[in-house]
């Protein structure tokens, strides 16, 4: 079984920074891609930022040169940067893998989410 768990989620002032991790764990063979998204109120879900087994990134054009993702392959691991905060920047944000567990094919996986607010 395959768990992704987000962490680092809160309330922070315009201009702020927030760092948000997402940890794959269980019986994982391999992940490929990384990545995060959000949903903000009455809004579809929409990328955010992705980033590929070999550390290549594409961020939505909203976050580009704000938000930076990275991730640790040794410890199945995602991270999301997030500076120069907008009241905009407010939503659920969702870690997402494209991940094959042992014993299965290729499937996305989602985080719970966790809950961004930037506000004053």
């Known amino acids: 079984q395959v768990q992704l768990v987000e962490s680092g989620g809160g309330l922070v002032q315009p201009g702020g920074s927030l760092r948000l991790s997402c940890a794959a764990s269980?019986?994982?063979?391999?992940?490929?891609?990384m990545g995060w998204y959000r949903q903000a109120p009455g809004k579809q879900r929409e990328l955010v930022a992705r980033?590929?087994?070999?550390?290549?990134?594409n961020y939505a054009d909203s976050v580009s040169g704000r938000f930076t993702i990275s991730r640790d392959n040794a410890k199945n691991t995602v991270y999301l940067q997030m500076t120069s905060l907008k009241p905009e920047d407010t939503a659920d944000y969702y870690c997402?893998?494209?991940?094959?567990?042992?014993?299965?094919?290729?499937?996305?996986?989602w985080g719970q989410g966790t809950q961004v607010t930037v506000s004053s």
């Open positions: 997402n893998a494209l991940l094959k567990a042992t014993n299965r094919g290729w499937y996305d996986y």
């Open positions: 269980g019986s994982i063979f391999s992940i490929n891609n």
């Open positions: 980033i590929t087994p070999g550390g290549s990134t």
